[in-house]
């Protein structure tokens, strides 16, 4: 019977070169691929233009998956405990290469890995059908949200629009890097959450300290991160934050789901005050 599994791609690893995971990386590049699977007991994957195919015939093994989870460990700068891991996600960049996130689970009893590589251009907020004036009013002072399904595109998407018509700083920063940005008219700083900085709370106040024209969140995970929001904006900075909800109205009450009784409604009230505008995206992530 004929096998239906794609034939490798052109460069494989089975003339002899050892599947490092830095030959894993520069092959990816090499070829454009998107996503990298290593799983057992398959042999490596690659996703290139929407295809997964194998780029060597040998079927991984149990040790070799941990010791490329053990690579990404270290160029991550993170020891993490593979024995009690479930599942895990990490940004780690090779240079020359470029930067990548994995995805570390656990399936069968053994590790596994998703590795995708980090887009070097944002999307455009044309791309994205998004309102053409969110580029005029992104960095305005107060807060400004990003809900729904494409609130981290949506999101990247005016900072890109702000790089390209403003010269300021721009403080970003998110878990894992979805995008990179190169500055143009504007300084951007791209700090990871739990690499360069250990919370996003703590990354609000430090873009308020280091005087950022803006400031960038990804996510809003808990009440310390909505916390810290609100008294920067309460400082007069100028704040983007991107965050699940689905409707404006769901987003007010999911800011302030981390506070209970007097505080929430003290919490909503300041809130009120102080946002500037909620965005609600659609379509994909």
């Not at 808990?222 to 909800?245: F, N, T």
Request: hydrophobic share 45%; aromatic share 6%.
């Amino acid at each position: 019977m004929r096998s239906l599994t794609p034939p490798p791609l052109r460069g494989t690893f089975d003339g002899g070169q050892r599947e490092t995971l830095a030959n894993l990386l520069r092959e990816m590049a090499k070829q454009s691929a998107t996503e990298l699977h290593l799983k057992t007991p398959s042999p490596v994957m690659i996703r290139v233009a929407g295809a997964l195919r194998p780029i060597s015939s040998r079927a991984l093994g149990p040790s070799d998956v941990l010791e490329l989870g053990h690579q990404i460990s270290a160029l991550a700068g993170r020891e993490l405990a593979f024995h009690d891991l479930s599942e895990w996600e990490i940004g780690f960049g090779m240079q020359g290469v470029g930067r990548f996130r994995a995805q570390i689970y656990r399936q069968r009893g053994t590790v596994a890995i998703l590795i995708n590589r980090v887009e070097t251009q944002p999307p455009k907020l044309a791309e994205l059908n998004a309102p053409h004036e969110i580029g005029q009013l992104i960095g305005e002072r107060g807060l400004t949200l990003f809900a729904g399904r494409s609130a981290v595109s949506w999101l990247h998407a005016a900072i890109d629009a702000y790089n390209h018509a403003t010269s300021g700083f721009v403080l970003f920063a998110e878990r894992p890097l979805a995008w990179l940005h190169r500055d143009e008219r504007a300084v951007i700083a791209q700090r990871e959450i739990g690499i360069d900085i250990p919370d996003h709370g703590t990354a609000v106040r430090s873009g308020l300290a280091l005087k950022a024209d803006l400031i960038a969140i990804g996510d809003v995970p808990d009440p310390s991160a909505a916390e810290a929001l609100l008294w920067a904006a309460e400082h007069g900075a100028s704040i983007v934050a991107a965050i699940p909800a689905p409707s404006a109205e769901e987003a007010r009450h999911w800011f302030v789901r981390g506070w209970t009784g007097e505080a929430r409604r003290e919490a909503t009230e300041r809130l009120d005050r102080h946002l500037v505008r909620t965005w609600i995206t659609g379509g994909g992530s």
